[in-house]
Nanobody, 123 residues
């Protein structure tokens, strides 16, 4: 059973940085993709970033491109989301996600989800 556990959320001022972590256990499939989504109050969960295991390809939403970076440790047990130049509109619960195969921005195609971590950016 794949388990994803996020950490690293918190309160930060606009312009600041945070790094989210996602601890991965129980994953036996390969290739795989790991991703980050977010959900603000009253809004649908939206794609943020994803990383493909086979070739390191990354994909970002237009809203975060150039500010956020998704990466994975060498042991492939932790996925990170480095968030720089944060804006108040980045405030949301951030979710780690995983799936066999290639990356996709389509939420319903992701199979495994963490419990989420709150990120709040003050203006």
């Amino acid at each position: 059973q794949v388990q994803l556990v996020e950490s690293g959320g918190g309160l930060v001022q606009a312009g600041g940085s945070l790094r989210l972590s996602c601890a991965v256990s129980g994953r036996t499939f390969s290739p795989y993709a790991m991703g980050w989504f977010r959900q603000a109050p009253g809004k649908e969960r939206e794609f943020v970033a994803a990383l493909a295991s086979n070739d390191g390809e990354t994909l970002y939403s237009d809203a975060v491109k150039g500010r956020f970076t998704v990466s994975e440790d060498n042991a492939k047990t932790t996925v990170y989301l480095q968030m720089n130049s944060l804006k108040p509109e980045d405030t949301a619960v951030y979710y780690c996600a995983g799936r066999p195969g290639v990356i996709t921005a389509v939420r319903v195609r992701w199979d495994y989800w963490g419990q989420g971590t709150q990120v709040t950016v003050s203006s």
